[in-house]
Nanobody, 124 residues
Framework: QVQLIESGGGLVQTGGSLRLSCAAS????????MAWFRQAPGKEREFVAA????????STADSVKDRFTISRNNAKNSVALQMNSLKPEDTAVYYC?????????????????WGQGTQVTVSS
């Protein structure tokens, strides 16, 4: 079993920055890909960014490209999402997820474990 705990969400003004963190515990290995998804009210959960097992490759959704950066620290079993130039449309609950394989994937069903989520609200 794997437990994921997100932190770092909050309220920020347009153009501001936040850094989300996700700490993993349990049966997790550094070779597993990790990702961030988000879900806004009334919308489906959507892919934000992912990083492969060794941290050498990342993928970012077009909607956040050049603004958000994903990184991981395998020694600490953690993944982070640095969010800059935030916009009101970035408002959502952000979820950390981990999959069994090491390759990057962008669909929710390809991830086995999920955190409880952390709220990010961007005011205009």
């Amino acid at each position: 079993q794997v437990q994921l705990i997100e932190s770092g969400g909050g309220l920020v003004q347009t153009g501001g920055s936040l850094r989300l963190s996700c700490a993993a515990s349990g049966r997790i290995f550094g070779s597993q890909a990790m990702a961030w998804f988000r879900q806004a009210p009334g919308k489906e959960r959507e892919f934000v960014a992912a990083i492969n097992g060794n941290g050498g490759s990342t993928s970012t959704a077009d909607s956040v490209k050049d603004r958000f950066t994903i990184s991981r620290n395998n020694a600490k079993n953690s993944v982070a999402l640095q969010m800059n130039s935030l916009k009101p449309e970035d408002t959502a609950v952000y979820y950390c997820a981990v999959r069994f394989g090491g390759e990057i994937r962008s669909l929710t069903h390809e991830y086995a474990y999920w955190g409880q989520g952390t709220q990010v609200t961007v005011s205009s």
